[in-house]
């Protein structure tokens, strides 16, 4: 009826999965139809003398195999007519919650009785993070009585049956449908596979988290190269601590590794402990260590800055935690030492004077100059071996 694209979108599925996954479809001769629908359907010829069933609307017709006999035919809304063995109508999901009387949904539908558990826009039951009516106290709910992507699978159902009655004793339910701990695991079985955990980056972006994602295809990774180099994994992360919010795959055995993903963003891992981890080679595993690389990238304090910024908020002790350097930043005296030091007036540093700034700001001792240069290194974006005042003072304030 609409566009696939925002058909994906709604099931919870990252644009660029989405994308790759309908390029997939199609590639295997797949036709997809957008912004279309079946007016009518029935028979299209005569069997042994006997007028063939006329075209019908609506979906209750029994269908039989049409080997033996003529092919249904299909109007469409475009005015396009298509022959077809077999027509499966995906009329979609709705939740099991008539008989909750007197409930309301947000659009105003239901009424009488008094139930008082509010229902969504789509007949759902709205839970918290321990399944427990958001509405109703002491209501809790599960399975078909849920939205998506809970309203799934039996396994799903059997998992959120035994958080609702752990969340009814009064025991840590978990994170369930509605918490914030990124709900249940998606595994959608096509060819290729698509499994994901967690928010997408617009999603995380929408709920003002200022997130970034790192990406790696599968060719990234030996296995993946020789086997199955078109699959795709995103790690969506915040930008300010590194941590994971969210995995996004699609390829061979994504709903496989779709579990490991969960439990990274569960542990609320980092870019930087991803980096860290011994993977297995020659296994699709290492492409969460691929993606975690590519994230880090993008930060502008990334995993080589952490030992780094480590032994400068050591070095700094007290003159940074107790708010004197902060002080200097506000007041101009961090310009002012840097200008001091700039005494060719080039407006750069070298790491020797860089050091000699950082002490005349309360470093002590323990700030080496071999910290430092490894600090103009990193810094130094340019290539000159110096670093300017805009590039000394970013790195202050992450110090702070």
């Known amino acids: 009826r609409g566009s696939v694209a925002a058909s994906l979108e709604r099931i919870g599925l990252d644009p ?3 994308q790759r996954l309908v390029k997939e479809l199609r590639v295997s001769g797949v036709s997809l139809l957008e912004d279309t629908t079946v007016k009518v359907y029935g028979r299209v010829s005569e069997v042994a003398g006997e007028p063939g069933e006329p075209l019908r609307s609506g979906f209750k017709q029994s269908l039989k195999s049409s080997k033996s006999g003529p092919p249904l035919k299909l109007s469409l809304s475009d005015g396009s007519e298509l022959e077809c063995d077999v ?17 309301q949904s947000e659009d105003g539908g239901g009424g009488g009785g008094g139930s008082g558990v509010a229902l969504g826009k789509r007949g759902h039951v709205e839970v918290d993070s321990k399944l427990q009516s958001t509405s109703r106290r002491g209501v809790y709910a599960c399975g078909d009585l849920l939205g998506l992507p809970s309203m799934a699978l039996a396994s799903t159902a059997v998992e959120e049956g035994a958080r609702a009655v752990t969340g009814m ?11 914030g701990g990124g709900g249940n695991p998606v595994g959608i079985w096509t060819i290729p596979e698509v499994g994901y955990y967690g928010p997408t980056l617009a999603e995380a972006r929408k709920r003002g988290v200022d997130a970034e994602e790192g990406v790696a295809t599968y060719a990234d990774c030996l296995r993946g190269r020789v086997f199955a180099p078109d699959g795709l994994l995103k790690l969506v992360f915040d930008k300010s601590t590194g941590v994971i919010l969210g995995v996004h795959i699609i390829g061979t055995d994504a709903c496989e590794l779709i579990h490991f993903g969960m439990s990274l963003v569960k542990e609320k891992a980092t870019l930087g402990m991803v980096i860290g981890q011994m993977f297995v080679a020659v296994t699709y595993h290492e492409l969460f260590k691929a993606a975690a690389f590519n994230g880090n990238s993008k930060l502008a304090f990334g995993i ?6 480590r032994i400068l908020r050591e070095g700094f002790g007290s003159s940074a935690g107790g708010g004197d350097l902060r002080a200097k930043l506000g007041d101009g005296s961090l310009r002012e030492a840097f200008d001091m030091m700039d005494k060719d007036g080039s407006g750069s540093l070298e790491a020797g004077e860089v050091l000699e700034v950082m002490r005349g700001l309360g470093a002590g001792p323990d700030l080496t100059k071999g910290a430092v240069a490894n600090l103009v290194r990193l810094a130094d974006t340019d290539g000159n071996g110096e670093i300017d005042y805009q590039e000394f003072e970013a790195i ?5």
């Open 16 to 18: 660029d999965v989405a």
């Open 87 to 103: 027509f499966m109508a995906a009329a979609g999901r709705t939740p099991n919650t008539q008989w909750l009387a007197g409930a």
């Open 169 to 179: 004793l009064g025991e840590d339910a978990g994170s369930g449908a509605g918490g």
């Open 304 to 309: 080589q800055w952490t030992e780094i910024l």
């Open 396 to 400: 202050v304030r992450r110090v702070l």
